[in-house]
């Protein structure tokens, strides 16, 4: 597969949102504060009046502390059966199943310095354009739907090397390994905090596609207008439609979200000059 690959040492804190690392320092912070919480509610508990101790909040602690006390291995069978589900149902690449992009991705790693090379397979989507990361014991690994797959190999494989380095950035920072998702599993589930976590995941996690493929912003065109677009939409209009997406509403929309607007991460990786594309200025940029 030929790719627009770059050279040389992966810029770590360019490619990585600013605001993602101290976000996500204080999210650890708030997860400790709450598994602290439960733990000494747990402790009260017993030294409580009776009635106290059959009341539906006593009730809520003790299924807390208990699912506090089953998240580990909760989590750990969820990763590894989703692996063995994954290596049930979907192709696994390999050099002679689709070995172009099979070496593409080994390339990527390498480009990245992953310390392990991830396995890469081809999964039946039922109609999602969808791709992901995911980690497992000993096991990195990246699953591409076949709708997604299909609609870019042939014709627009700088694309399709976009979204596998999206994902494989997902795998560089981390944001897949057991440590991680622990360090965040209580917090991550707060409303508007949780999806302000995942959406700065994303937006590093871009910056890692377009640096290891910068002609591959075909791959987010194909998510912003479905399949079959991504040839015939005006890039540049596009990129101009991310630079006007700015108001209150806009802000209010994106708050649940755990994805940023197609079109605004679109607009900033060009921006920063990771995507390669001259957009055709018709006015001035709107100051932000």
């Not at 439960?38 to 059959?54: C, H, R, T, W, Y």
């Amino acid at each position: 597969m030929s790719t627009s690959r770059r050279q040389g040492v992966v810029p770590g804190r360019r490619l990585r949102h600013p605001a993602e690392l101290p976000f996500y320092g204080f999210m650890v912070v708030l997860n400790l504060l709450v598994i602290g919480l439960i733990v000494q509610l747990a402790i009260l508990l017993p030294f409580l009046p009776e009635k106290a101790q059959d009341s539906p909040w006593a009730t809520a602690v003790r299924s807390a502390l208990l699912g506090l006390l089953l998240l580990v291995p909760a989590l750990i069978v969820i990763r590894e059966t989703q692996r063995a589900a994954v290596r049930g149902t979907a192709v696994e690449l390999s050099p002679k199943q689709y070995g172009d992009l099979y070496r593409t991705a080994d390339d990527f790693a390498h480009l990245l310095r992953l310390r392990r090379r991830p396995q890469l397979y081809l999964a039946n989507g039922n109609g999602a354009l969808n791709a992901f990361a995911a980690q497992a014991t000993g096991h990195d690994y990246v699953v591409l739907s076949n709708e997604l797959f299909a609609n870019l190999y042939r014709n627009n494989r700088e694309g399709l090397s976009f979204i596998l380095g999206h994902e494989l950035g997902h795998i560089r920072l981390h944001h897949v390994s057991l440590w991680y998702q622990l360090s965040v599993a209580y917090s991550e589930r707060i409303p508007v905090l949780g999806p302000t976590l995942s959406r700065l995941r994303e937006y590093s996690s871009d910056r890692h596609g377009a640096y290891l493929c910068p002609l591959g912003a075909t791959g987010l065109v194909l998510l912003a207008s479905g399949r079959h677009t991504e040839q015939v939409v005006d890039v540049d209009q596009l990129v101009r439609q991310g630079r006007a997406l700015r108001g209150f509403w806009v802000w209010l929309a994106q708050l649940p979200r755990s994805h940023p607007f197609t079109v605004r991460r679109l607009e900033r990786l060009y921006r920063l000059g990771l995507l390669h594309a001259r957009v055709r200025e018709t006015q001035p940029e709107t100051p932000v």
